[in-house]
């Protein structure tokens, strides 16, 4: 049982061009993508440590700059950060999230963004702790009844279930599991549907009559008919929660002003459930699984919930004596950023170091691999929690962004960090997690950083 990764894959590094960039080794026609489709995670990893602060990716006919030296990424997401826009490689998503806020750019985006902003705000965030117990109470409930009956419990789709449960009763104040059943399957579907098209090599366009294509539309028309509902049912219901959901309804619903757009109040909702809850479930699966792979350290987990908590659920005011579970959230988020690759195109041209930049080049931040480049990390494959003790922070700023950089950095980072204090903790309350033995559990790099498959775990009582 092990994370089935190539430790002994170098790239081999062509000789310096004229552009002083080291490269990876490629073929013609087709680059660096034999390669790449080989072991992509291991391929950009081993890439950045062997390669310098910056090299050139070829895919096929698409170049792309890979920049790995933390100056070079300050550069371009603070520094001149206006030069950049996200790339064409988003657009798979664009049927889904339309001109939400992680596609739009420009003042679209900024006055998204502050309205948006608007829904993490202040007292809200304290509500926002009791709710996400509420939420996972059920959960443990079931987990207690499955561990009586010693059956095994999938993690990866229970915090899938859980986070975007949350991030609808927190944010829109709906539960999915009753009104809106359809929410989740949809959203399943969609995004692997999506996946496929990352790295395929040819996919059938959209508008072609596939059984595929069939499933996709109906998957999107669900989730359409998901935020008419509810919008609906907020109307009906008299009531405005300080919440998400009124925000928008505020600023694009009502029908006699000059700002009533149903379709960007549509695309901003989607593009919040997708953004807030995906990634969080990601990185959640992941630590379940590293902390059944480390005893000692989910021991010492156990032990700071159990002192801090005496059987009680968090509150809010307990989440910052909640210290160690932070640092193993932290180092899982490095070695499994669910972001795993930001990706940019250049609107004008620049300079990063000694490489000149070209108006339309386009620039791949990969947390994956400088979150493990060795020049930047002690032990970087090791899971060692203890790097992100206060008293042992070294790394350089611009070496670790989990929840992305400069302006565009994550909004619901700290709605994210609650979340998983309070999952872990009720979890840990409860349970202890054994892997099922037999499982080859690795990280596939798709729109997250996600597992292969389920991660089965045993159940007993903690
Ligand atoms: C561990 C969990 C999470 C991680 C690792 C994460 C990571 C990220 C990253 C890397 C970005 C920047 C993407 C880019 O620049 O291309 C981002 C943006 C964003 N995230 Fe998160 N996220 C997490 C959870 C959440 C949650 C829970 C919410 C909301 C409830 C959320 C809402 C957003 C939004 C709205 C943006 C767009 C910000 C903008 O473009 O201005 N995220 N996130």
């Given at each position: 049982m092990a994370i089935a990764l190539n430790q002994n894959f170098t790239p081999t590094v062509e000789s310096q061009e004229n552009d002083g960039l080291r490269k990876p080794k490629a073929v013609p026609i087709l680059g660096s993508l034999p390669f790449i489709r080989k072991d992509p995670l291991n391929f950009f990893a081993s890439t950045a440590a062997a390669c310098g602060g910056a090299t050139e990716l070829s895919f096929g006919f698409e170049k792309v700059l890979m920049l790995t030296d933390p100056a070079y990424i300050r550069h371009v997401s603070v520094e001149n950060a206006k030069n950049y826009r996200k790339s064409?490689?988003?657009?798979?998503l664009k049927p889904l999230l339309g001109e939400g806020i992680l596609l739009a750019e420009g003042d679209e985006w900024l006055s998204q963004r502050q309205t948006a902003g608007k829904a993490f705000q202040g007292p809200e965030l304290k509500r926002f702790v009791t709710t996400m117990g509420d939420a996972a109470a059920p959960m443990i409930a079931r987990w207690h009844r499955k561990a009586a009956r010693g059956e095994p419990v999938d993690v990866t789709s229970e915090m899938f279930r859980l986070t975007l449960d949350i991030v609808l009763r927190c944010?829109?104040?709906?539960?999915?599991?009753?009104?809106?059943?359809?929410v989740y399957d949809a959203l399943t579907e969609i995004l692997r549907d999506t996946e496929k098209r990352i790295w395929a090599i040819a996919s059938p366009p959209r508008w072609m009559p596939t059984p595929g294509n069939a499933r996709y539309n109906a998957a999107l028309r669900t989730l359409d008919r998901f935020v008419l509902d509810i919008v609906e049912d907020r109307r009906a219901s008299g009531q405005r929660p300080n919440d998400f959901l009124q925000i928008l309804i505020d600023a694009y619903g009502d029908e006699s002003s000059d700002k009533f757009n149903p379709r960007l109040l549509r695309d901003q909702a989607l593009s919040m459930v997708l953004a807030g809850h995906d990634t969080t479930a990601n990185v959640l699966s992941w630590v379940l699984f590293e902390l059944s792979k480390n005893p000692v350290i989910a021991r010492q987990l156990k032990d700071e919930v159990d002192t801090v908590l005496e059987g009680r659920r968090p509150a809010f005011e307990d989440l910052s004596k909640l210290p160690f579970i932070k640092m193993v959230f932290d180092e899982t988020a490095r070695l499994y950023p669910p972001a795993w690759t930001l990706s940019r195109t250049a609107v004008g041209d620049d300079q990063v170091g000694n490489h000149q930049i070209k108006s339309g080049d386009n620039i791949m931040l990969c947390a994956y691999a400088v979150h493990r480049k060795p020049s930047l990390w002690r032990n970087p494959e090791g899971f060692d929690?203890?790097?992100?003790a206060e008293a042992n922070k070294s790394h350089q700023q611009y070496a670790y962004f989990p929840f992305g950089l400069g302006a565009r950095t994550c909004l619901g980072a700290r709605f994210a960090l609650m979340e998983s204090i309070v999952i872990i903790a009720m979890i840990f309350q409860s349970f202890r997690l054994e892997l099922v033995p037999g499982q080859v559990i690795r990280p596939e790099p798709m729109l997250t950083l996600r597992p292969n498959g389920p991660i089965n775990m045993a159940l007993s009582g903690a």
């Open positions: 064409k490689f988003y657009g798979p944010l829109f104040s709906v539960e999915v599991n009753e009104r809106y059943p359809d929690p203890y790097r992100f």
